[in-house]
């Protein structure tokens, strides 16, 4: 597997932590920290004509000139014709044209109360669109890490967001823990 950062994705985001990856892909991972984007996107396009590797992973920030829509068309070219799986994550990006075969919007959201005490943080959950694929419908889910594989969040587990927003009638939400 190959990760390639430019040098404000690491700012914004931090580097792969080993530690969060599958025991058999640990060793297996090649980061490669980029100092600009036309460097990260170089990296991405000859790591996507290695066959020996599983995928390839491309984090940059923003919407820098250097990815403009022929670049997204020469790495989704690149990936289709040498078979390597490919994602591109952009950081705190504006929406923008690109050729992806399929275009996510990912963001954190509020976690299901674990059921042996409401007060506790719950798993991590996200909030997933799909908003453009050739091959499938445009769709929502939340999704959490339960037992360390993503799954739908059920209705029925789904935090109501009205919580968050009940009046703290003049006292902090930390005093109204207290009371």
Do not use: Y
């Amino acid at each position: 597997m190959l990760w390639v950062q430019d040098r404000a994705a690491i700012r914004r985001g931090g580097r792969p932590c080993l530690q969060g990856l599958p025991a058999d892909l640990r060793h297996r991972l090649i980061h490669v920290a980029a100092n600009t984007p036309e460097d990260a996107l170089f990296a991405l396009e000859e790591g996507l004509k290695c066959r020996d590797l599983a995928c390839v992973i491309g984090e940059i920030a923003g919407n820098p000139r250097a990815l403009s829509f022929a670049a997204s068309r020469r790495l989704s070219l690149a990936a289709e014709r040498h078979g390597i799986a490919l994602w591109l994550v952009r950081l705190d990006a504006a929406p923008d044209l690109s050729s992806a075969r399929m275009r996510w919007r990912v963001r954190a959201a509020v976690s299901p109360r674990p059921r042996w005490n409401p007060a506790a943080p719950g798993r991590a959950t996200w909030h997933a669109e799909l908003f453009r694929a050739r091959a499938h419908p445009p769709g929502k889910w939340m999704l959490d890490d339960a037992d360390g594989t993503l799954r739908p969040v059920s209705a029925a587990d789904a935090p109501d967001p009205r919580d968050l927003a009940r009046p703290t009638v003049g006292r902090s939400l930390a005093a109204r823990a207290r009371a």
